[in-house]
């Protein structure tokens, strides 16, 4: 059996899809592949978000991601919005949802690292979704 490929998106594909790919990576390899994209990008990932990841996971987002596109991305199964505050970008997938994240961007490390625990906590809960309802 295949795993599902999952997208984790928002508009600029610099911050809160970033973390959700690499956690996504760290907790949930076994279950599905992590892909994030946006319908813009940015010259580098949210400096903020690449050394809060660092310092709490020890991932080194730089070194193994970059800012993409959705043209970019293979076919996708599940398609999970960061919660965009604006109009999300469509991608097709058999299943959808929004976690509706606020973005952390140039705000303090405390809100940075509480989105963080909640990105871990939505992607741990995705894997045990897609474990037991076979998505």
Known sequence: MNKPK???????NS????MAEAL???????VFDSYS???ETKPQINQDAVRLI???YGIDMEATQY???????????????????VVCPYLPGQYTEDWGLDDPTGKSD????????????????LADMIQNNGL
Do not use: Y
């Not at 996504?24 to 076994?30: I, R, T």
């Not at 991305?73 to 919005?81: A, C, E, F, R, W």
């Open 6 to 12: 999952v997208a984790l998106i928002c508009v600029h």
């Open 15 to 18: 911050c809160r899809s970033q």
């Open 24 to 30: 996504g990576k760290k907790f949930a390899s076994d």
């Open 37 to 39: 994209a946006g319908t």
């Open 54 to 56: 660092k310092e709490r």
């Open 67 to 85: 800012s993409k596109l959705l043209t970019e991305l293979p076919p996708i199964d599940i398609v999970i919005k960061m919660g965009c505050n």
């Open 110 to 125: 405390a809100e940075f690292l509480e989105i963080i625990s909640q990105i871990e906590e939505k992607i741990k809960n």
